[in-house]
């Protein structure tokens, strides 16, 4: 029982898409930074300076002022930081529309690399032998249609 559970788990770690996802997250990881420090520093910096300086990562709305007590403040300051939900958007605008960029470069690629007319591409085997394939049948089915035509007549 031991063994078989070890050996599923081996396959399915071994699988050619737990690679990939693996891959895909470490990317998306490090992608993550980059887009981070885009927004940042490249993003916000001319949106403060349009706005007269405002620092959007720290704006909010504040619910209730804490009061300083001796130096401590009781009770705490209650706020909506909604600055940070405005970063949080550009990054997601960021990172969505180039993920729909890298999509749409991969379908593109995608469809050349299975276009057998397309001699710029190296068509795959697969595809490759696939087409001779249909066209070995078409061709059986022309040959059919002449036999039978010739059989009618």
Do not use: H
Request: hydrophobic share 45%; net charge negative; proline share 3%.
């Amino acid at each position: 029982m031991k063994f078989k559970l070890l050996s599923e788990f081996k396959e399915f770690a071994l699988k050619g898409n737990m690679i990939d996802i693996a891959i895909g997250v470490i990317i998306g990881t490090a992608f993550n930074k980059v887009v981070d420090v885009l927004v940042k520093e490249i993003f916000l910096p001319p949106l403060s300076y349009l706005t007269d300086g405002i620092n959007w990562e720290n704006k909010r709305y504040v619910l209730r002022e804490a009061v300083t007590i001796n130096g401590v403040a009781k009770p705490e300051e209650i706020a909506i930081g909604y600055g940070k939900l405005m970063e949080s958007t550009v990054d997601f605008l960021i990172i969505g529309f180039t993920v729909f960029l890298v999509v749409k470069f991969m379908n593109s690629m995608r469809k050349k690399a299975q276009d057998p007319k397309d001699v710029t591409v190296e068509t795959p085997k697969d595809i490759e032998l696939l087409n001779k394939i249909a066209d070995l049948l078409e061709q059986q089915v022309q040959l059919a249609a002449q036999n039978q035509s010739t059989t009618q007549e």
